[in-house]
């Protein structure tokens, strides 16, 4: 396996020069490849980029985001999505193609202040992001606690292959759902929720540890058995912290929770 | 408005020593703190000599009114704000011309190194507050704006760092502090991009003539890169630990 170097680096840094293509959070100058953002720069045969420890929620489509309603118009629902831009969610895409604003009203769907599970199917430098909750998974979250984290850390806390999230889920016996944009819904009692989210937080602040699967699984006192179950958690490789799509497993587990309880919640 | 030599004896002795013991190229200690702020995407605090600041970004964020959003890049905003108590005499909280000047200094001194173009139709609000103002204030408002941006994951082509230098008692000296701004001949802050030694801010009050402007601007360089380092120990110390810290800067 080629080797990748790995460094500390703060904006204006040269990360890498000559014949290198420059990949996140990085900019071309010259033949020079510079950090645009504080964070690990890592540097392979030939591509060299940077993992941020900080920064806004910048959507991407195919992203699962939370989000919560704040306003509505005529024809569409308007989203707090944690991010710089207010997310948009069609009414069509929710009431049908004969949506029609004289006969249906967009408050029997959703409320401001509902919490929605959704997906970013659009989104550009000249519009704000388009949402849609058409698919498994997706839909308004009818309860849970709902905990912040910097959407940075939102690979970390999925971890390689899950293992971080079901450790959470198993220790605290609750079901998590994590957007990509940061924000994470945890259903439970009360007192296991707000375990977990003591677990969140410990992995948003301890994000850069070698050992943080084991500080969680101690802290949510999981038997020996468990850990085995879930160890093999290294320290978060290139593709953990930049392709979470491929750590979605347990994502996915999580998603369909919601469908469940629609169903039932549904007259 | 013209500035009036005051009594040299005092402000620079026989031995070539400033009124505070400084040497003539001599920095004030410089001390940066990140993250400082709970509420604000990022922050800084810097204390450059007795100068007590204070920095918050806030952003990127949805622009109001809607109106002022630009349809290709974020909009940068500013505002340097002196608190009543940073000064000897009661400063009125009203912004006065000063500080409407040094906060458009700020902006664009900031807005070359920052990539708005990643982020259209959004504002990035900088605020940076004077607890306590000790001469030099608007260049270290720059160091620690330009900190608190980076603390907030805004990209960034490079950091910012400030300086300035000055003509006191007809020495050019390094650093100004209040007292040498208020008596002293000229004032000569700079602000660079450490990478590419590009100039973004540079005023003169005062006269210099061209062999002690060449002198200034030198040493206000150098200056310059001392405080960078300061910002790049603070911003790495702050993400990766002290003892990554002392690796990443060595």
Known sequence: MPEVKRRYVIPGEVVARGNVRADLNVVRVGDKIVATRVGMAEVGHDTARVVPLSGPYIPRIDDLVVGKIVDYSAFAWEGDINSCFFGILPAASVFGRDYSPAKDSLTDKLKVGDMIAARIIAFDRTRDPLLSISGPGLGRIPKGYAVKISPAKVPRLIGKKGSMIKSIEVGTHCRMLIGQNGVVIIVGATEDAQKAAAAVNLVEQE??????????????????????????????????????????????QAETIYNEEEEADEP | MGKQGGD???????????????????????????????????????????????????????????????????????????????????????????????????????????????????????????????????????????????????????????????????????????????????????????????????????????????????????GCRKVYQLQREALIGRYFGEGEMREAVQ
């Open chain 2, 8 to 222: 040299s004896s005092s402000l620079i002795n026989a031995e070539g020593l400033r009124h505070d013991g400084r040497k003539l190229d001599e920095l004030r200690p410089v001390k940066i703190q990140v993250g400082i702020l709970k509420n604000a995407d990022g922050s800084a605090f810097i204390q450059f000599g007795k100068n007590k600041i204070m920095a918050g970004v806030y952003g990127p964020k949805e622009v109001h009114p809607k109106h002022n959003a630009l349809p290709d890049r974020g909009l940068l905003r500013c505002r340097y704000h002196m608190s009543p108590f940073s000064t000897d005499e009661r400063k009125n909280p009203a912004p006065s011309r000063r500080e409407i000047e040094i906060s458009k200094v700020i902006r664009e001194a900031l807005q070359p190194s920052l990539m708005l173009e990643d982020y259209p139709r959004t504002a990035i609000d900088v605020y940076v507050e004077i607890l306590q103002s000790d001469g030099g204030s608007r260049c270290a408002s720059i160091c620690a704006a330009s900190v608190a941006l980076a603390d907030a994951g805004i990209n960034m082509r490079d950091l910012v760092v400030a300086c300035a230098a000055g003509k006191v008692a007809g020495q050019v000296v390094l650093d100004v502090d209040d007292t040498e701004d208020k008596e002293g001949q000229a004032d000569l802050p700079i602000a660079i991009m450490p990478s590419t030694n590009e100039v973004t801010l540079l005023q003169l009050d005062g006269q210099l003539n061209p062999e002690e402007f060449g002198r200034g601007f030198n040493w206000a360089l150098e």
């Open chain 1, 207 to 252: 994000a850069h540890s070698a050992d943080l699967i084991e500080k969680v699984q101690s802290m949510l006192g999981l038997t020996v058995a468990q850990k085995e179950e879930f160890n093999g958690e290294e320290k978060p490789t290139p593709e953990a912290s930049q392709t979470p799509a491929e750590n979605s497993e347990s994502l996915e």
